[in-house]
């Protein structure tokens, strides 16, 4: 074999070595770029000023979700079963659940594994979205199902789809979802083969297998998920589904937003 020959085997080899590193380093890393909880003492005193109780639900011996579940101040109309984001806890915006309230809806907030004071951690997709189905599957136990109606916000837009395509709740409602998180690998890290995702949250294959109505609210300022992509789960939607585009609205505190507030009177009533 010649140097010449030599020298470039020896650069391929290289850049296979470099490769092959930084897809193994991706793949131990990727829970520290998706999730960023906030951890809570079990003994932390919630403020909230609605009514509300803290749950925990035992999905696997060992691992304990604990969810905030807030109750509206007369009859209930039915449960919105809330599907957070990939950052803190149930320790948030009283808003996030007022605005459900106010409408006469009770509220349950799950938190994911290593979030709040839910116990164990995640390691792949399975823990992510079984974990919401066993809680789901038990709040069936409490309300009438046609009653429940599921929303997601941000990553929890992927959690709420799988959910509502397992199940036959009220509606399926998603605040600035995405594609799929393949979608957003493709996007960010194009170089990486797909197997290597651990959560690849298939929106896209969920939302067609949902027969129930679907409300999508995307942020035409979303600068985390950008709604050039996300807007293609519009092309999934059903003839009676709806989508809305909140203009000047960035990814955070959607729920805030007037044009969100004020539609759904209309959308829950509708489903």
Known sequence: MGKQKKTVYSFI??????YIGVCVYFYAIQNKILFHPSVLDQDHQYSYSFDFEERTFE???????????AKAPDSTKGLIFFCHGNA??????????????????????????????????LEDEGDLIGDFLTIYSRMKRE???????????????????????ANDP??????????????????SYPF????????????????PKVEEPITIFYARNDEILPIERSLNLTKL?????????????????VYTNQE????????LERN
């Open 59 to 69: 999905v696997e011996e060992g691992i304990r979700i604990h969810a905030i579940h």
């Open 192 to 207: 990486l083969p797909t197997f290597l995702l651990k959560y690849r949250l298939r929106t896209d294959l969920a939302l």
């Open 260 to 267: 969100l507030v004020s539609r759904l009177p209309e959308i």
């Open 13 to 18: 080899g290289t850049i296979v070595v470099l």
């Open 237 to 253: 939607l059903k003839e009676d589904d709806e989508y809305f585009i909140l203009e000047n609205q960035g990814h955070n505190h």
């Open 88 to 121: 803190r806890s149930n320790e948030t915006n009283p808003a996030v659940f007022e605005i459900f309230l106010n409408q006469g809806y009770d509220v349950l907030y799950p938190d994911y594994r290593g979030f709040g004071k839910s116990s164990g951690e």
């Open 170 to 187: 009220k509606a399926l409602m998603i605040w600035t979802p995405y594609y799929s998180m393949v979608d957003m690998k493709d996007s």
């Open 143 to 165: 309300y009438n199902e046609k009653d429940i109606v599921v929303v997601g916000y941000s990553l929890g837009s992927g959690v709420a789809a799988q959910v509502a395509a």
